[in-house]
């Protein structure tokens, strides 16, 4: 304004002129003044309202009858009742006041919570009484020590805080499992689905009832008089198009065929068009045959059609497509092959036979010397079209040898086929293909012509010389590869023919000379001698017969390319190669050039001793061992396993006769001091067999033999005798915990079970960390129900050996053998974290959970165990609750496999076959089991230990643990 303009000119003036100290006072004074009227100026023209806050609850135009509206920004966010409000949104009533109202002064203790909602019983109202106080060091120190005390107090709660919650959990997810839980076995069982399962599982399609898909639809149809039909079929003849506006109208006013009206012009002629072409692609996909007939069943015909699902559009644009780019790929090109071929395989396979002829016929003319174009035009004709194809395809590709073998293919008369191979091979005499194709027609007289005509052109093919060979007399024979070896000096083949040759005619002499000769001739010609190769070639040998060619091939290679260090190694290894691929004389071979190369060897004469127990004989295996004891006299091995050889032949004497010459070279040998005592008591010479360890305890006074000596006195009821020989055992050994269960386990069975506590725990203070005497121990007390002290006893045995599987698993079938099966499942949790790797344990565990949850449990041990036989057992098990035979006996193989010893599987696996198996199937189990001889296991051995059981034969003993064992049926 104006106005203000003056005060600015007059405030430049006072500040340019008064200057001095008198001047700057009255400056102050007009600035003061000039500012007083400026405010007066701008007071008056500025609203009272500009700048000021809306009130709370103001509604814009309210006075002038407007209808206002209300925002989350009018009414503030949402917010808890017990939320601090918000004093800009409060109510406000807009009432009159009658008086002026009087804020009174807010005392700042008496602001408290007096809500009911903040009222306790025993504490009264909750806030701080301090609140308004400072907050010092000291307070901070005492609120330390209250929070230490809080968190100590629940510390001392908190495990059972957690206990109790995880039972809980566990209870609940017992009822009511997972849906996750419920289906885990389905899903893992979806890794077992292949990819052709997979693709055959049919698309999700519309399964409601045809009534139901009708009532969706939009089209209703109205059955119409025939007259109107008639008129419309002569209104469609009259006009080759449907108008898009009407379509088909009815002669109902207000009313049209629903479903017709289209957004474009449709040309019936091109509708009658399609139809014909889709039934022509039809008759020419069904009409090639072998014999060139159709197979199209007319009567079905149409059927066929209407189940024909179309193609979609995208697919039809596809193909345009590729047409056009492998159109355009032979005219920019048209000498390429492979183009014409891409076209005419597109046509086949969209259904257009007759055109991917026509394709590939113009592909012949444009490629008349593509050779895969003519075999692609001869594969997609007829047969009978197919031999005119490959007759032009000859005349102008002569040299072409698969047109020529395909060109005899095609004839079915074997003259035919043998015209066709001979204008072959005059067209192309050095084919080794074509000879062959020719020499498999004839006969054998007229196949040794064509072979003698075919060295001649081919003289660098190995097998037309070898074959021709195989035809010719010995003397002719000889002649040929004799022959053969000047035209081809590099090849190992004719040598090992010629050896093989040999052999058949007896000449064991010249074998070895010939195999030697091919070695230092090929090594002459410049040949790297490859021992694998020959190897290769001394295991077909075998498997053909040729038992002498291959160990001269083995002895004249096995040291070839081997270091001095690993000879030993690298033979054994060969040794099981060959044992694997079955060529036993290969292996057979190579233990025997191994052992004259290391003579004093024990262990490969012990890996050639069980080999010939495997795969040999057992004159061969006692030879073996004569010629192995001769060589290594201190391996008490060899010297057993060849009195246990004439013993399970019947030769009690010859068996004698090998342990009597074995005490010469092993003097107190513990050993066969117990092998001769176990010969004499399976042959019922008990004296002998007390005589014999009455000499062991005197010069061979181990532990053992005191065990075996009081072990006989047990099996002959001499209990007496029997806890003479303990004590004594005893006095001489007292760590010895075998000593300790022996005497324990007679006074069990003499029914003195208190005393047999009293031993028990007399040997644990002299053996603490022998677990069975631990575990004897507490079954011991549970039958006679002291079960707390079972319990103490076990608590004391983890306590010493906490990472023995065997006292957790006692622990865990204790309690639940007693009913308390949560207790039970609480110990095996404990048990797999200290033993997260056994297998024993995490068989049991799978059968301790509910049934929805084992095959998840199972995956578990697996995943932990992959390889042990208890987890394998407990699933072969799980599987026969499930009834499934097939896999169940997979299972029960696949844990022999794993380890043939383990007496329990062998056990399960005759019960399982005496329910479901064929007596074959019992009878060969029972050999396989008599021939590994299982000797470990808790359930065999509780059988096969059995005092009673002492003389009982291994299949004996199969049949007795069968019957105790029980159908897994929980």
Not at 287 to 312: M, R
Not at 377 to 390: D, F, G, I, M, Y
Not at 479 to 485: D, E, I, S, T, W
Not at 765 to 784: D, N
């Amino acid at each position: 304004t104006p106005f203000s303009y003056l005060c600015i000119n007059i405030l430049l003036i006072i500040q340019t002129t008064l200057t001095t100290t008198q001047q700057q006072q009255q400056r102050i004074y007009y600035y003061s003044l000039c500012y007083f009227l400026v405010q007066m100026i701008l007071s008056k023209k500025q609203k009272s309202f500009i700048g000021q806050p809306v009130p709370p609850g103001y509604q814009a135009g309210v006075g002038r009858a407007a209808t206002g509206f209300t925002t989350r920004s009018d009414i503030g966010p949402a917010r808890d009742a017990n939320d601090v409000p918000d004093e800009r949104h409060k109510h406000v009533s807009y009432k009159k006041p009658t008086e002026p109202e009087i804020m009174p002064e807010v005392d700042e203790e008496l602001d408290e919570d007096l809500n009911d909602t903040n009222y306790d019983e025993f504490t009264g109202y909750g806030g701080s009484l301090f609140s308004s106080g400072p907050y010092e060091k000291d307070d901070e120190e005492a609120d330390e020590v209250y929070i230490g005390i809080d968190r100590r107090m629940d510390g001392r709660r908190k495990e059972r805080r957690e206990q109790r919650f995880k039972e809980e959990v566990l209870r609940y997810r017992e009822e009511r499992p997972k849906i996750q839980q419920q289906f885990a076995g389905l899903k893992r069982d979806l890794a077992q689905v292949s990819k052709d399962e997979w693709a055959s599982i049919p698309e999700v399609g519309d399964v409601r009832n045809k009534k139901q898909r009708g009532a969706s639809r939009s089209e209703k149809f109205t059955p119409v008089p025939d007259v109107i039909l008639r008129g419309v079929t002569k209104t469609a003849l009259s006009s080759p198009s449907i108008d898009p506006r009407t379509g088909l109208t009815t002669p109902f006013p207000g009313s049209m065929t629903p479903g017709f009206n289209t957004s474009s012009k449709m040309d019936l002629n091109l509708f009658g068009e399609e139809k014909k072409k889709f039934i022509t692609v039809k008759l020419d996909q069904m009409s090639d045959s072998v014999s060139g007939q159709t197979v199209v069943d007319p009567k079905s015909f149409c059927t066929d059609l209407n189940s024909t699902a179309p193609q979609s559009f995208t697919d039809i644009g596809d193909l345009k497509k590729a047409r056009l780019l492998l159109e355009s790929i032979t005219k920019t090109n048209p000498k390429h092959g492979p183009g014409w071929i891409a076209r005419a395989g597109l046509e086949e396979v969209t259904g257009h036979i007759q055109m991917a002829r026509q394709i590939i016929a113009k592909g012949c003319e444009a490629v008349p010397n593509g050779e895969e174009v003519w075999l692609e035009a001869t594969r997609l004709q007829t047969p009978e079209n197919a031999k005119t194809v490959v007759a032009r395809a000859v005349r102008q590709i002569p040299q072409s040898v698969k047109l020529w073998i395909k060109a005899a293919d095609l004839e079915d008369e074997s003259m035919y086929k043998k015209r066709v191979l001979r204008n072959a091979l005059e067209n192309v005499p050095t084919s080794v293909a074509l000879w062959k194709e020719a020499v498999k027609l004839e006969e054998p007289d007229d196949a040794r012509i064509l072979l003698s005509r075919a060295v001649e052109c081919c003289p660098t093919s190995v097998d037309l010389w070898v074959a021709l060979a195989k035809l010719e007399t010995y003397e002719n024979a000889r002649k040929v590869l004799n022959n053969a070896r000047e035209k081809i000096p590099t090849d190992r083949q004719i040598w090992l023919t010629a050896a093989k040759l040999e052999e058949a005619h007896e000449n064991a002499d010249m074998v070895k000379t010939i195999v030697d000769r091919a070695i230092s001739s090929l090594q002459s010609n410049g040949v790297e001698i490859h021992r694998d190769q020959w190897l290769k070639d001394a295991h077909d040998c075998d498997r053909s017969g040729s038992k002498l060619t291959c160990q001269a091939v083995v002895h004249g290679v096995l040291g070839i390319g081997v270091e001095m260090e690993s000879r030993k190694s690298q033979w054994l290894d060969d040794a099981e190669t060959a044992v694997q691929a079955e060529a036993f004389t290969c292996a057979r071979a190579i233990y025997t050039y191994a052992l004259s190369v290391f003579p004093s060897k024990k262990s490969i004469w012990l890996r050639a001793a069980y080999f010939e127990k495997e795969h040999g004989t057992r004159s061969s295996l006692e030879r073996l061992l004569q010629d192995a004891v001769l060589h290594c006299p201190k391996a008490e091995v060899l010297w057993l396993m060849g009195a246990k050889s004439r013993w399970l032949a019947g030769d009690v004497p010859g068996a004698r006769t090998i342990l009597s010459e074995s005490f010469k070279a092993n003097a107190n040998s513990e050993e066969i001091w117990l092998a001769a005592v176990k010969l004499e008591s399976e042959n019922n010479e008990y004296q002998r067999a007390r005589s014999l360890l009455a000499n062991a305890r005197e010069n061979a006074g181990t532990a053992r033999v005191v065990m075996k000596s009081a072990k006989l006195e047990w099996a002959l009821l001499n209990l007496q005798e029997a806890n003479q020989l303990i004590a004594e055992g005893i006095d001489r050994f007292p760590d010895n915990a075998k000593l300790w269960m022996m005497k324990g386990q007679i006074l069990e069975q003499t029914g003195d079970k208190p005393e047999a506590i009293t031993t028990y725990m007399e040997g644990l203070k002299r053996c603490p960390t022998s677990v069975p005497l631990w575990i004897l121990c507490c079954k011991t007390q549970m039958s006679l129900g002291e079960h707390t002290k079972a319990r103490a006893n076990l608590e004391k045995a983890r306590l010493r050996c906490p990472v023995s599987a065997e006292l957790w698993l006692e622990a865990v079938r204790m309690e639940v053998n007693l009913g308390n099966k949560e207790v039970g499942k609480a110990f095996m949790a404990r048990a797999l974290q200290k033993c997260p790797n056994s297998g024993i344990l995490w068989a049991d565990a799978i059968f301790l959970e509910a049934r929805p949850q084992r095959k998840t449990k199972s995956v578990d041990a697996l995943r932990k165990c992959e390889h042990d036989v208890h987890v394998i057992l407990a699933v072969a098990k799980l599987f026969w609750t499930e009834r499934k035979i097939g896999k169940t006996r997979e299972w029960f193989q696949k844990a022999i496999k794993v380890d043939p010893d383990f007496g329990d599987t062998w056990g399960y696996y005759y019960k399982f076959e005496l329910e479901y198996g064929s007596e074959e199937q019992r009878r060969v189990l029972l050999e396989k089991c008599v021939s590994t001889e299982p000797r470990h296991g808790e359930r065999w051995c509780r059988v096969s230990k059995d005092i009673k059981n002492w003389r009982k034969r291994i299949d004996e003993i199969l049949v007795i643990l069968a019957d105790e064992l029980d159908v897994p049926t929980n």
